[in-house]
């Protein structure tokens, strides 16, 4: 069974860090990207980031761009989320997902990925 079991999430004042990890079994890691997508309260799905695990490429959403970081261990088959400098307007649940092609138009499109964690919530208090 494909799984993608995304946690680290939790409660931190404005200005700290989180670190999200999404540990992936079931599928061939290494053929696959890694999105990870948040949706606030009374918001739509947001792509956040992603990293391709065939050719190495990260992309970003403008929002987060300089404060979060995306890395893949393939070793572990999991891929990290590192938030820094985190705002309130960062508050949603994190979802990760993967997606077997992807590239700088598609990445934050939901309806590329094939497989979905549950998610994990992240609160930033001001």
């Known amino acids: 069974d494909v799984q993608l079991q995304a946690s680290g999430g939790g409660l931190v004042q404005a200005g700290g860090s989180l670190r999200l990890s999404c540990a992936a079994s079931?599928?061939?890691?290494?053929?696959?990207?890694i999105g990870w997508f948040r949706r606030a309260p009374g918001k739509e799905r947001e792509g956040v980031s992603c990293?391709?695990?065939?050719?190495?490429?990260?992309y970003y959403a403008d929002s987060v761009k300089g404060r979060f970081t995306i890395s893949s261990d393939n070793a572990k088959n999991m891929v990290t989320l590192q938030m820094n400098s985190l705002k309130p307007e960062d508050t949603a649940v994190y979802y990760c997902?993967?997606?077997?092609?992807?590239?700088?138009?598609?990445?934050?499109?939901?309806?590329?990925?094939?497989?979905w964690g549950q998610g994990t919530q992240v609160t930033v208090s001001s």
């Open positions: 997902a993967a997606a077997p092609e992807m590239s700088d138009k598609t990445w934050s499109a939901p309806f590329e990925y094939d497989y």
């Open positions: 990293i391709s695990n065939i050719d190495g490429s990260t």
């Open positions: 079931g599928f061939t890691f290494d053929d696959y990207a």
